[in-house]
C-alpha cells in the first residue's frame, strides 16, 4: 500500500491494451471451422428435409424457404470469416489477451498472476491440422475463462509450458513470504 | 476427546443418536407412502406385520447410525496442514482439505442437536472441486477448539495455544439487531423469496394432499372443488389483501426465524456473526476472503433509515445451488447508514471515497424498451385487431406501457460506475437500488466488447469477473472504458495484493 500511495499515474503513459499487436490463428484453422459449421448445417438440412417429407401441406414453400435456407447459410459463412479475420491472441509481459466474437468483437484480459491453471485441448480435427486449443482458467468463474483455439500443437505447448513456469513463479514467492 | 486433533478420532458418542436420527428420517421419506398405505388397509392381524416392519425400520437405522459413527473419523494433519476424514459404510470415503483451501466454518445446533447438547461443524472450502464437509455431532468446547484449529493455520505456536480459547471469548457485540429493526425488514424486503416460498408451499400442499387421495382411490376432486368454492365464495379482492397479509407474516416471520437476536463480533482479525431463532448459526468469516461486498436499499427501507448489506466469497467459479449460494453469501439485515460505515470500514479498511463516476449512454434503454415493451404491446395490438373482445383491456396495455417506460428509464438513472484510486463501485437497480464494492485487486479477468454498429457513437461495455461474481456496466464510453482497463490492468499487474 506505502509503496503505492505517492505514485502519480499518467493515464495516457499506461500501456494500451487496444493498440496490441495480435497474433492470428494459424491459417488452417479456418479450415476446422468450417469443418464444424458445415457439420452442424447438414445436421439441420438433414431436419429439415425429413420435415419436407413428412409434412404434406408444407411442400409448396419448398423454394421460398430454400432460397432463405441459402441466404442464411451465405450469411453464417460471411460471419464466420469476418469473426476469423478479427481473431487473435498476444501473450504479453504481465498478462494474456484474446480477441474474438462473431457479431460483438469481445476482448478478454487475463493478468499472469490471476491464472488458476492452464490446460492444453486437441479436438478431433483441429488435431488433423496440427492445431490445439489453449485454455486458461481464473477464479472468475465460467465468463471469465479463456480458450485460445488455432495454435499450433508446438507453439501451444511452448506457451503453456512458459505460462506454468511463470505461476510458479508468482506462487514460489508468495510461500516463502509467508 | 483429544484436544489436539492430531489422532484420528470419533465424533461424540451422542453422535449415534443424531445419525440413527438422520437414517431414520431418510428411511421415512423415502417409505412414507407404503406405510401410510398400509396403516390404512390393514386390519388388526395384519397389525403385527406392521410392528414388526417398523420395528425393523428402527434396528436398521440404529445400526446404520451406530456404523456411520464407527467408521467415521477425523483428524488434522499439521504437518500437511490438512485436514482428514475418513467415512463411509459400504464404500470407504477419504476426504482431505487443505487448510488454506477453508474459507469459512460454521458451527449450528439444530433441534435435536440442541437437546442432546452436541453441536455440527460445516467446513466450507474454495477449492475447485467444491467439497462439502461437515461433522454432525461435536461437542461444543471441541466445536470452537477446532475451528480456531482450522482457521489459524499458518504453522505458529504462539498466542493461540497459550490465550486458551474457551469457546467464544464474550467479545462486545460490534452490531445488534433489535426486534424492531428485524421488523421492518420483514415488512420490506425479500417479497420475492417469500412469494416463491408459498406458491412452492401451496403447490407442495395441492399435490400432496391429491396424492394422498389418489393412494386411498378417492380422489374425486375435492381439492379442485374446495378450492373452487373457496374463491368464489370471498370477492376476489378480498382475496388479494388476504394474500398480501399472508405473504407479509411469511415475510416477518421467515425474518424472524432467520435473524433473531442477529450479532457480528469481532474476534482475532475475523467477523463472528451469529443469529438464528430455534437453531443459532454461526459464521466466521476472515473480512479479506469477502470479494464482494453490496448494500441495497429501497424507497421504505430508505425513509426507514436502514439498509440490507450482502457479503459475498469467493465461489470457485461454479455454478452452484441455490442452497451453496446462499452459503457464501452472507446477509446483514437491517443497518443504518453509521452501522454500514462502520462494517464497511472493518471488510474493506476504509470506507471508499466518492471516485469518479461514469454513466452510461441513452442508448442503454433502446433493447429493453423495444424487447419489454414494443413486442408485447406490438403482439396485443395485432391480436385484439382481430379478436374484439381483447380491445376493452387497453387501459392495461397503456398502464403497462407507461409503467415500463418509467421502470427502465430509472433502470438507466441508476446504472452507474464509480471508480476510485482502490474501489470500484457498481450501482444498479429499479426499487431495490444496490451497490456493489469490490477492490480493483479482485478482478480476476476482465472483458470489454463492442457491436459493430456502436463503433461510430464509440459506446461499449464492461465485464469484470471476480471470484464472486461478474460486474457489469453496459452502454458506457467505450474511450474511458479502455482507459479504466489500462489503469486497473496497471493495478493488478504492478501490486502483489492477494485476492484471497
Not at chain 1, 460471411?78 to 509481459?93: D, H, N
Request: hydrophobic letters at 45%; charged letters at 15%.
Amino acid at each position: 500500500m506505502l509503496h503505492f500511495a505517492n505514485e502519480t499515474i499518467d493515464l495516457d503513459q499506461l500501456p494500451k491494451y487496444e493498440e496490441t499487436k495480435l497474433n492470428a490463428p494459424h491459417a488452417s484453422y479456418w479450415r476446422v471451422i468450417l469443418i464444424n459449421l458445415l457439420i452442424c448445417l447438414l445436421l439441420l438440412s438433414g431436419a429439415l428435409a425429413m420435415l419436407f417429407f413428412l409434412n404434406q401441406e408444407i411442400r409448396p414453400y419448398l423454394v421460398p424457404m430454400g432460397i432463405a435456407y441459402l441466404l442464411v447459410w451465405i450469411l453464417l459463412f460471411v460471419l464466420y470469416r469476418a469473426s476469423f479475420k478479427k481473431r487473435g491472441f498476444a501473450l504479453r509481459e504481465k498478462d494474456i489477451m484474446y480477441k474474438s466474437g462473431i457479431i460483438a468483437e469481445t476482448t478478454t484480459i487475463i493478468p499472469l498472476n490471476r491464472i488458476q491453471h492452464v490446460a492444453l485441448e486437441e479436438g478431433l480435427f483441429s488435431r488433423m491440422y496440427g492445431l490445439a486449443t489453449l485454455q486458461l482458467f481464473t477464479a472468475g468463474g465460467q465468463s471469465g475463462h479463456m480458450h485460445i483455439a488455432g495454435i499450433p500443437i508446438a507453439k501451444a505447448r511452448v506457451i503453456k509450458e512458459a505460462l506454468v513456469k511463470r505461476l510458479d513463479l508468482i506462487e514460489n514467492p508468495a510461500i516463502e513470504a509467508q | 476427546m483429544n484436544q489436539d486433533f492430531s489422532q484420528p478420532q470419533r465424533q461424540s458418542v451422542t453422535g449415534i443418536i443424531i445419525m440413527t436420527g438422520n437414517m431414520l428420517q431418510e428411511l421415512i421419506r423415502a417409505f412414507i407412502i407404503p406405510i401410510l398405505l398400509m396403516i390404512y388397509k390393514t386390519d388388526y392381524k395384519q397389525m403385527m406385520v406392521f410392528v414388526i416392519i417398523v420395528g425393523a425400520i428402527l434396528l436398521v437405522s440404529l445400526l446404520l447410525g451406530y456404523l456411520n459413527y464407527r467408521r467415521f473419523t477425523f483428524f488434522l494433519d499439521e504437518a500437511k496442514q490438512e485436514f482428514v476424514i475418513n467415512k463411509g459404510i459400504f464404500k470407504r470415503i477419504q476426504l482431505t482439505i487443505q487448510l488454506d483451501k477453508i474459507q469459512q466454518v460454521n458451527i449450528n445446533q439444530s433441534l435435536l442437536q440442541k437437546v442432546i447438547g452436541i453441536y455440527s461443524l460445516h467446513i466450507d472450502t474454495a477449492g475447485t472441486d467444491g467439497k462439502e464437509v461437515s461433522l454432525k455431532a461435536i461437542d461444543e468446547q471441541s466445536a470452537y477448539r477446532l475451528k480456531e484449529k482450522l482457521l489459524n493455520h499458518k504453522p505458529n505456536l504462539q498466542a493461540h495455544e497459550t490465550e486458551n480459547p474457551v469457546a467464544p471469548a464474550p467479545v462486545l457485540p460490534l452490531l445488534k439487531i433489535s426486534a424492531g429493526t428485524l421488523f421492518k425488514v420483514g415488512l420490506t424486503s425479500n417479497y420475492g423469496r417469500s412469494l416463491a416460498l408459498l406458491i412452492g408451499f401451496a403447490f407442495a400442499a395441492f399435490h400432496n394432499i391429491k396424492e394422498l387421495l389418489k393412494a386411498f382411490d378417492t380422489d374425486n376432486g375435492q381439492v379442485e372443488s374446495v378450492l373452487e368454492k373457496g374463491i368464489t365464495a370471498f370477492s376476489v379482492s378480498l382475496l388479494i389483501v388476504l394474500v398480501l397479509f399472508i405473504l407479509l407474516a411469511t415475510n416477518i416471520i421467515r425474518t424472524f426465524v432467520k435473524y433473531f437476536d442477529f450479532q457480528i463480533s469481532k474476534q482475532n482479525g475475523s467477523l463472528l456473526m451469529a443469529s438464528g431463532l430455534f437453531s443459532r448459526n454461526h459464521t466466521l468469516l476472515s473480512p479479506k476472503k469477502v470479494q464482494i461486498t453490496a448494500y441495497s436499499q429501497n424507497y421504505f427501507q430508505q425513509k426507514l433509515n436502514f439498509m440490507n448489506l450482502t457479503l459475498r466469497q469467493a465461489h470457485a467459479g461454479k455454478e452452484q445451488s441455490e442452497k451453496e449460494l446462499h452459503k457464501s453469501n452472507l446477509e446483514v439485515p437491517g443497518c443504518n447508514v453509521a452501522e454500514k460505515d462502520a462494517l464497511l470500514q472493518l471488510i474493506l479498511g476504509k470506507t471508499p471515497p466518492q471516485g469518479q463516476v461514469f454513466i452510461p449512454n441513452f442508448r442503454f434503454l433502446n433493447l429493453p424498451i423495444f424487447f419489454n415493451l414494443v413486442i408485447p404491446v406490438g403482439i396485443y395490438l395485432l391480436l385484439a385487431s382481430h379478436i374484439r373482445q381483447l380491445w376493452s383491456f387497453y387501459p392495461l396495455a397503456i398502464a403497462y406501457f407507461v409503467l415500463g417506460i418509467l421502470m427502465i428509464y430509472i433502470s438507466y438513472t441508476k446504472h452507474r460506475l464509480s471508480v476510485s484510486e482502490d474501489f470500484i463501485v457498481k450501482q444498479k437497480g429499479i426499487w431495490d437500488i444496490s451497490n456493489e464494492i469490490i477492490f480493483s485487486h479482485k478482478i480476476q479477468s476482465i472483458t470489454t466488447f463492442q457491436f459493430p454498429w456502436h463503433k461510430s457513437v464509440d459506446v461499449g461495455h464492461l465485464h469484470l469477473h471476480t471470484a464472486a461474481g461478474m460486474i457489469r456496466f453496459k452502454y458506457g464510453n467505450y474511450t474511458e472504458i479502455k482507459q479504466l482497463v489500462n489503469y486497473w490492468l496497471y493495478q493488478l499487474e504492478s501490486g502483489s495484493e492477494e485476492w484471497m
